[in-house]
């Protein structure tokens, strides 16, 4: 895709944080626009009412991405109503951090639920849709801990690696068939947004996101002209942030012993609390 305007494009996630920052760069490119979320129904609202003011068809709807046949039922929603779509952006997610020894079960499917399986589904449901309006693109959100994966945060970094690894099968598979449709995973390091905030905790002896606002280096409007910038370039990785091109070279560079340099670092900062036993 190299122009957005009179396309349509589906966010998910769109209350806040970087999908609301897609929804408006998007809209102000003369993007038409099919939103959704789950839980924050004033923030999706709020998010319709901004990107209307740039002339753009908008439609949202409340949808969790972990059923299916929400998912199934919003795709076909989009079409019946915008006539086609052309860019899929999976972006919902939310977070979790604690041991693995204190991390239930449910919190494990919970997190999994949306973060990789809100990715499935939206990819397979949508991408017939793409297909057949002639031009397509889906970008998957994965994360910094989807190129290296830090103490405590076990069940985040196992979706986002999740992400990653579908993202990257999917790419391949589209060239080989001579889709024309593409993908593209996108590996954001601090970025302003709540998620952090909203964060699901288990008692831990590690903690990763103790102080992380003062981390967090980009906007999500920085990290939403990124994204779109990938995508009109095809990019089958985006990396958004100075952290998380150094995360990548390091990841690299050392691709088991940067465990070492980041327990290390974690004693050092303090993040670190020995487990009662």
Sequence with gaps: MKTFAGRVAAITGASSGIGRALALELAARGCNLALCSHSNQDGLQETAALARRRG?????????????GQVRDWARSVVREHGCVNLLINNAGVAHAGNVADTDYADYEWLMGINYWGVIYGSKEFLPYMVASGEGHIVNISSVFGLFAPPGMSAYSS????????????????????????????HPGGVKTGIAKAARTSGSAV??????????Q????????????????NARRVLIGADARAADG??????????????GGLRVAGSFRPRPR
């Excluded at 903690?207 to 967090?216: A, S, T």
């Excluded at 980009?218 to 370039?233: F, K, T």
């Design 218 to 233: 980009a906007s999500a409007g920085d990290a939403a002209r990124a994204i779109l910038a990938g995508v009109r370039r």
């Design 56 to 68: 753009v068809k908008v439609s949202h709807s409340q949808v969790d991405v972990a059923q299916l």
């Design 250 to 263: 390091v990841q690299r560079l050392l691709p088991a012993a940067y465990q070492g340099l980041v327990t």
């Design 207 to 216: 903690d990763p996101l103790k102080g992380v606002e003062k981390l967090l």
């Design 159 to 186: 979706s986002k690696f999740a992400v990653r690894g579908f993202t990257e099968a999917l790419r391949q598979e589209l060239e080989l068939s001579g889709s024309c449709v593409s993908a593209t995973c996108v």
